[in-house]
């Protein structure tokens, strides 16, 4: 019986035959995306085909940061990868590495790389933009002589100001030398010395376009001294010229209505200032009237003349015042004193009152204290020849004199003898 082999020695077999061709490990592949799909793990799975057939094909996820631009079905691409059979399926598939838009894809990345670039140095930083002046005398333009983008601009400048000065170089803006040539008169213009410059043309394809995406355009722009307004294309076209511009235009009608500023309103607005101005003045003259007015009246307010005459009316009304109130004072003091001479009277007579009441008391009192009375009730007040008050025998001896007074005079006597008595008298309580 013949070798019999197993299914996946047969598919080794063949990836070995597959890696051994030098051509396959590093080919080119052109085609027509189809069965695109984006797989959560970052890995793309798509198909490239032609008329006569078609391709399985991968990206892996760490090979997609050299892809500028988001695969879709029916893109022409340029695919470099290796062709080796995947074992487990039975089938050979394309590994890509690099994956390019074939034509306008190749500008388009090239377009892309370059924008990321110069973004990246900050060329389309805004603090780098230069603002446009707002009356321009002096209009540079570099675009090609002929054609709808110089008629359109020369149009709506005349009839926007008739004075403006408008200074054309003759451009190439499409083909070879074109870069150059915008180049160059970006340069000489910017020398001249005019107010601003508008670089531009008209729409066509991005192959049309491109020598507004060149690098050398770009870094002439960005050294321009002289504000630059891009104005390539139709509104929808971008090229990296309107990205470095200090202002981007539209399209180049759109490029002159920003750059020349339309004399009419001008003089409409200068007509309106002019208005305001003669009303403002009049208003002021008016309010500037009303105040001298005031100041005369203050003037006059304030002369010699009528400060005396106001002073001297002021002080006949201070001293009519001053008189009021001192009356109001004396009255009112001569009704104090009154109400405190009344109110002393009351004191000093219920004063004499509670005097008299006691000195009654006190002549009550002393006349039982009175030595007269005891006289007249029968007593009689012994001293001797001294005055001295006798109230005890030991005081008294034999034969001094002695003083006796009664109710109705005074007994003199001489004293014979003392006698004791057997029961001395007491005091009563």
């Known amino acids: 019986m013949q070798n019999v082999y197993s299914v996946g020695q047969v598919n080794a077999y063949i990836k070995n035959m597959f890696t051994q061709d030098f051509l396959l490990k590093r080919i080119y592949v052109r ?43 029916g893109q022409q691409v340029i695919v470099l990868g290796t062709i080796t059979v995947y074992e487990r399926d039975g089938r050979y598939q394309l590994y890509a590495n690099e994956i390019r838009q074939e034509g306008a894809g190749l500008l388009y990345e090239k377009f892309e790389a370059l924008k990321k670039e110069l973004e990246e140095m900050g060329m389309f930083a805004p603090e780098y933009k230069q603002p446009i002046p707002a009356y321009i005398r002096k209009l540079g333009i570099v675009t090609a002589p002929t054609g709808a983008a110089i008629r359109d601009i020369l149009n709506i400048s005349k009839r926007r100001n008739p004075f403006i000065q408008l200074i054309l170089y003759p451009a190439l803006v499409q083909g070879e030398g074109a870069a150059d040539s915008i ?75 920003l750059a020349v500023a339309d004399i009419r309103q001008i003089l409409d607005r200068m007509a309106l200032y002019h208005k305001r101005l003669d009303t403002l003045m009049a208003a002021n003259l008016d309010a500037k009237r009303q105040k001298l007015i005031q100041y005369q009246l203050k003037v006059s307010h304030l002369s010699p003349e009528n400060q005396i005459r106001e002073k001297r009316q002021r002080l006949a009304d201070q001293e009519e015042l001053l008189n009021r109130l001192l009356a109001e004072q004396i009255r009112e003091k001569q009704g104090q004193a009154q109400e405190l001479s009344g109110r002393l009277n009351r004191g000093m007579e219920q004063q004499l009152a509670g005097a008299k009441h006691r000195m009654q008391l006190y002549i009550e009192k002393m006349k039982g204290l009175s030595p007269l009375d005891k006289l007249n009730q029968g007593y009689a007040w ?48």
């Open 31 to 73: 085609g027509e995306v189809s069965n695109c799909k984006y797989h959560t793990s970052g890995h793309i799975y798509f198909s490239l085909k032609d008329a006569s057939g078609t391709i399985a094909c991968v990206m892996f996820a760490s090979s997609r940061k050299g892809l500028a631009f988001r695969m879709a079905d």
């Open 183 to 257: 180049v160059k008169g970006i340069r000489m213009l910017d020398a001249y010395g005019v107010d601003a410059i508008i670089v531009g043309r008209g729409g066509g394809s991005i192959e049309d376009l491109w020598a507004f995406n060149e690098e050398k355009v770009a870094r002439a722009i960005f050294a321009c001294e002289t504000p630059v307004i891009s104005a390539v294309g139709h509104e929808t076209d971008t090229t990296i010229a309107d990205f470095v511009a200090d202002l981007r235009a539209p399209t180049p009608s759109a490029a002159a209505e």
């Open 382 to 429: 012994l001293s001797d020849g001294q005055n001295q008050k006798i109230t005890s025998i030991s005081q008294v001896r034999a034969g001094i004199p002695l003083q006796i007074d009664v109710a109705d005079g005074r007994i003199l006597a001489v004293a014979e003898r003392t006698e004791e008595r057997e029961e001395p008298w007491t005091k009563k309580n």
